[in-house]
């Protein structure tokens, strides 16, 4: 019996947002709006969207002792997240620069604070939590050492799932772990360098589980999504909305899509639920505070 649907490690960070007519070109000044200022990174917002669809969650990440930092575990804590595996202290929290334009797309800029202090020996340490977890899912707003570290103290049985952003190059001991890799089109090509990309979507999914995932699924945005594995490629209709906000809509797909396949959804399954997360997220200005109830889920 596991004591956790969803165990999240990753970065927290307080997002600095305003909103903007248009974005700066080089060397150029834009008035915005007022600063708001939310709780974000992407393993908090993955562990609070999980958190808020029902998910029994743990997040394993780091914040400064500061403000910042104090609005983050207030937050985990509100949506129902447990927090002991939040270690406080190291240096200050991170921050992300996000400017919103008319559109509700995003730019984000990142200062990764105490997420880059959030070292192998802490995912070491919170080996009780890896043993009580179904799945444990990951991005790359940590150091990479961390995230492998995590590959290696995975628990037998375990699912893991990774979203590889920022994106890098990947060793091959953690794309082998992934089940799935969740990647869009920048993060695609990142991963696979100078490696031809085929002429679209399901050559790219190909490409990449060659590389070693166990599946993967390709966010393709107003597109949907696709999913790949061994048992083949298909294409996962978008949900279409007015979006108002699309900061951390992506981080809401792969939490609802990680706990959706501990559940026991088929990949497909889960990537439609997901998309529906995900649409519902956008509607709503901000990250966290934007992500939906199963009740508003349904509701789309």
């Known amino acids: 019996m596991y004591d956790y649907d969803l165990l999240v490690i990753g970065s927290a960070n307080a997002d600095l947002v305003i909103g903007v007519d248009r974005r700066p070109g080089p060397g150029e000044t834009v008035l915005g709006s007022d600063l708001a200022v939310h709780p974000g990174g992407k393993g908090a917002n993955q562990a609070v969207a999980a958190a808020r669809l029902g998910a029994r969650t743990a997040l394993l990440a780091r914040v400064g002792d500061d403000a910042h930092g104090r609005l983050l575990l207030d937050a985990q804590r509100a949506a129902g997240v447990d927090t002991v595996g939040v270690l406080v202290g190291g240096a200050p929290t991170g921050v992300a620069l996000i400017t919103v334009d008319p559109s509700g797309d995003n730019s ?21 939590l890896f043993h009580a977890s179904r799945v444990v899912s990951a991005q790359l707003e940590i150091p990479l050492e961390t995230v492998v570290e995590a590959v290696r103290n995975l628990a037998p049985g375990t699912r893991f799932v990774l979203n590889p952003s920022p994106p890098r190059p990947l060793p091959p001991e953690v794309l082998a772990a992934c089940d799935p890799l969740i990647v869009n089109e920048h993060e695609a090509r990142a991963i696979l360098g100078d490696a031809p990309l085929g002429d679209g979507p399901a050559d790219w999914a190909r490409i990449l589980l060659a590389r070693g995932p166990r599946s993967v699924v390709v966010t393709l945005g107003a597109q949907g999504a696709l999913v790949a594995s061994a048992r083949g490629v298909a294409l996962v209709p978008a949900v279409l909305v ?10 809401a797909f792969t939490a609802a899509l990680a706990w959706r396949l501990g559940q026991g959804d088929a990949l497909a399954d889960a990537a439609a639920y997901a998309s529906r997360v995900g649409a519902a997220a956008v509607t709503k200005a901000g990250a966290q505070e934007a992500y939906p109830t199963p009740e508003e889920v349904a509701a789309l």
């Open 108 to 128: 984000i800029v990142v200062s990764p604070g105490a997420n880059g202090k959030l070292t192998p020996g802490d995912v070491r340490a919170a080996g009780s």
């Open 242 to 251: 007015d979006a108002v906000d699309t900061t951390g809509a992506g981080d």
